[in-house]
């Protein structure tokens, strides 16, 4: 596992609640950074979260908002820099599937535009209006965004075209904003692959699952814990990286 000496530093991770993106800020804290984690306001699993790591003495924040809300993320920025003391790493995990089962490419009428309209608001609109409301915070001195796209960008598969565009756009906005916002702040992104007890898809049977991911190069499911390492690496190392995405699939994408 990689360290960082973080004291001083301060992040803001969304959608920390569960799965990698509270596997990364726990990763942040654990190395002494100050760490706000969004989640769904009312999200009770924010607040157990929370209790929990402040219980062993970190300096972690509940910050809820909903991403797909300008007015919320705005303010929730605001208040996560105020408690915070500055921002020097924003990562960008929040999305949704919108969908219980995974859609085939095939099937277009499941893709309504309501489905459109929601997919887009969390998982494309949603970073860079994170991104938007933290950029006149976020430190000249090494500041970092790492947003969390997918495998279902290049083709890996994922929950429906709806959702792998989007994350096809992050890979996009990535690029653009590392453009827009250097030199002063470096703009990357992860695109992982399967997600360990992610219980995203629920037509996925685990068994089948694991079987599957035997035939992975590296023959398991990921973990939120080894996509949190490759965010961390993006956020405190890496500093002559910038609109790059970073794959981390256990080999998925090599084929096989
Ligand atoms: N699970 C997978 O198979 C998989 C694969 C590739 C990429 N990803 C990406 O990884 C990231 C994390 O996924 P995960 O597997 O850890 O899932 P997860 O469900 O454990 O975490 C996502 C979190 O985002 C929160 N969230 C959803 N909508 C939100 C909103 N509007 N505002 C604020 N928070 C919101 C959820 O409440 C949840 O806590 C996502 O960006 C996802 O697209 C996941």
Redesign the pocket.
């Known amino acids: 596992m990689i360290s960082a000496d973080l004291q001083h530093k301060c992040a803001l991770v969304?959608?920390?609640?569960?799965?990698?993106?509270?596997a990364t800020a726990e990763m942040l804290a654990r190395n002494g950074a100050r760490v706000a984690i969004?989640?769904?306001p009312g999200?009770v699993?924010l607040d157990e979260e929370v209790s929990r790591l402040q219980a062993e003495g970190l300096h972690v924040y509940a910050a809820p908002?909903?991403?797909?809300n300008t007015a919320d993320v705005d303010r929730m920025v605001a208040e996560a820099v105020d408690v915070l003391g500055g921002l020097h790493i924003l990562v960008n995990?929040?999305?949704?599937?919108g969908t219980r089962n995974s859609i085939s490419a095939a099937d277009l009428e499941r893709q309504d535009d309501a489905f459109w309209q929601q997919l887009l608001g969390?998982?494309l609109v949603?970073p860079f209006r994170c991104i938007r409301a933290a950029q006149p915070y976020l430190s000249r001195d090494g500041g970092a965004v790492v947003n969390?796209?997918?495998?279902?960008a290049f083709g890996g598969g994922?929950s429906s075209t709806t959702?792998a565009s989007c994350?096809g756009g992050l890979v996009t906005m990535t690029r653009e904003l590392a453009k827009g916002l250097g030199p002063d702040i470096r703009v990357n992104a992860i695109?992982?692959?399967?997600?360990k007890m992610?219980?995203?898809?629920c037509s996925w049977d685990e068994a089948e699952a694991e079987e599957a991911a035997l035939k992975l190069p590296l023959q398991r499911i990921g973990e939120?814990q080894d996509?949190a390492e490759a965010i961390f690496y993006l956020c405190v190392a890496g500093h002559y990286i910038t609109g790059q995405t970073l794959i981390v699939d256990g080999g998925l994408m090599a084929g096989g």
């Open positions: 969304t959608g920390g609640a569960s799965g990698i993106g509270l969004n989640d769904l999200s699993k908002a909903d991403m797909s995990n929040a999305a949704t599937p969390v998982n949603g969390v796209a997918s495998t279902a994922g959702y994350k695109a992982p692959g399967w997600v992610s219980g995203w898809d939120p996509y």
